[in-house]
């Protein structure tokens, strides 16, 4: 019984399919064509080595946040799911009316900053910030906006801004 069995696994593939499949079943590839890519490496946060000299030119500290906010090509993808996922979780948060959720939300996006929700996250947290009657952080918000590389958020944080003055 055995002799029969060992000569099918004996035997070359007839066709191209079947090559490829037999390759197939001894890599284990088999349905994983729907899995994501592998994940960048993670790196954590403060890894990154400092600058041998400071700058030459003095920086004021909402610029120096709002270049930051323009990370490396390399941010991590994972970040920024995540990001995305605050970001979308915030704005549920803000629209049933739960500030203190949005605002945490909204301040979870701008630490991992990244460029695609940083910006309105700023703004929203401006606008929590005054409903809240806290005018100098709303300003802190709103200027961190305005400075930041998104030129559609960085306008309407200084027309909010105008609107404070």
């Known amino acids: 019984m055995r002799a029969p069995l060992d000569a099918l696994a004996a035997r070359e593939p007839e066709t191209e399919i079947e090559a490829q499949s037999d390759d197939a079943e001894?890599?284990?590839?088999?349905?994983?064509?729907?899995?994501?890519p592998p994940e960048e490496p993670?790196?954590?946060?403060?890894?990154?080595?400092?600058?041998?000299?400071?700058?030459?030119?003095?920086?004021?500290?909402?610029?120096?946040?709002?270049?930051?906010?323009?990370?490396p090509?390399?941010?991590p993808r994972v970040l920024?799911?995540?990001?995305?996922?605050?970001f979308d979780g915030?704005?549920?948060?803000?629209?049933?009316?739960?500030?203190?959720?949005?605002?945490?939300?909204?301040?979870?996006?701008?630490?991992?900053?990244?460029?695609?929700?940083?910006?309105?996250?700023?703004v929203f947290l401006g606008v929590?910030?005054?409903r809240r009657r806290d005018v100098p952080e709303a300003r802190m918000w709103f200027t961190r906006a305005a400075t930041g590389p998104d030129q559609h958020w960085a306008l309407v944080a200084a027309n909010e801004l105008r609107r404070l003055s």
Not at 26 to 36: L, P
Not at 93 to 110: I, K, N
């Open 90 to 122: 915030a704005m549920f948060a803000y629209t049933e009316g739960d500030l203190l959720g949005a605002r945490l939300s909204f301040l979870a996006v701008t630490a991992i900053g990244d460029p695609d929700t940083a910006p309105a996250a700023m």
């Open 73 to 75: 090509a390399n941010i």
């Open 128 to 130: 929590i910030a005054v």
């Open 80 to 86: 920024r799911k995540e990001a995305r996922a605050f």
């Open 26 to 36: 001894e890599t284990s590839e088999i349905g994983d064509e729907d899995e994501d």
């Open 42 to 71: 993670f790196i954590p946060l403060g890894s990154q080595d400092a600058p041998d000299s400071p700058p030459d030119e003095p920086i004021g500290g909402h610029a120096a946040i709002a270049r930051s906010l323009s990370p």
